[in-house]
């Protein structure tokens, strides 16, 4: 039973324009939500992240927006550049816990 | 600072031989994990560590043993390969519960 879904494999964006990547998660002891932008033949790299006392948290050009009652988050990436195309995993964790939750995630690709 | 590498960075096994993924990190960090990711899913947790000496299972650890003897090393054991064990292995560190830092990956493949 996956506990963090991501459940649109792919999303295709014109640059510019704004990039929604959803995730939705099942189990409310999750605290502490974190996104993980992936390039192939890489590892994950940290993007942003938001704990449960918060509903956004903005950087730059990227903001989480959690909604507690809903299991729901979601990333905004505005303006849209090239080199944002990767893909994007979130990620739930149990404060005090080490382990992370992790979404299958979605494969943004901008287009120029 | 060279962050978190990993060695090899593709292996081809046969079942049943036994091999040792290598992570090293230079950033002083106490914790350290290893995962996998397969096609379609997200990472899962094998392994890991909250400082030298102290190791523990995350949620897929049947088919590989851990130890950490020095806070920069956690070398990811396979004692009898199986092609179910065929996936991309990522290892971490970090100095938080929080915020981890992978390393480039090792693509395993069993025959």
């Known amino acids: 039973d996956q506990q963090v879904k991501q459940n649109s494999p792919s999303l295709s964006v014109q640059e510019g324009r704004i990039s929604i990547l959803n995730c939705d998660y099942t189990?409310?002891?999750?605290?502490?939500f974190l996104w993980y932008k992936k390039y192939p033949a890489e590892g994950p790299t940290f993007l942003i992240s938001?704990?449960?006392i918060k509903d956004k948290n903005e950087d730059g050009r990227f903001t989480v927006f959690l909604n507690k009652s809903a299991k729901h988050l979601s990333l905004h990436i505005v303006p849209s550049q090239p080199g944002d195309s990767a893909v994007y995993f979130c990620?739930?964790?149990?404060?005090?816990?080490?382990?992370?939750?992790w979404g299958a995630g979605t494969k943004l690709i901008i287009k120029p | 600072n060279a962050g978190v590498t990993q060695t090899p960075k593709f292996q081809v096994l046969k079942t049943g031989q036994s091999m040792t993924l290598q992570c090293a990190q230079d950033?002083?960090?106490?914790?350290m994990s290893w995962y996998r990711q397969d096609p379609g899913m997200g990472l899962r947790l094998i392994h890991y560590?909250?400082?030298?000496?102290?190791?523990d299972q995350g949620e897929v650890p049947n088919g590989y043993n851990v130890s950490r003897s020095t806070t920069e090393d956690f070398p990811l054991r396979l004692l009898s390969a199986a092609p179910s064990q065929t996936s991309v292995y990522f290892c971490?560190?970090?100095?938080?519960?929080?915020?981890?830092?992978f390393g480039p990956g090792t693509r395993l493949l069993v025959l």
């Open positions: 971490a560190s970090s100095s938080t519960l929080e915020t981890q830092y």
């Open positions: 189990n409310s002891m999750f605290d502490y």
């Open positions: 560590s909250v400082g030298a000496g102290i190791t």
């Open positions: 950033m002083n960090h106490e914790y």
């Open positions: 938001i704990s449960s």
């Open positions: 990620a739930s964790q149990i404060g005090g816990n080490y382990q992370l939750i």
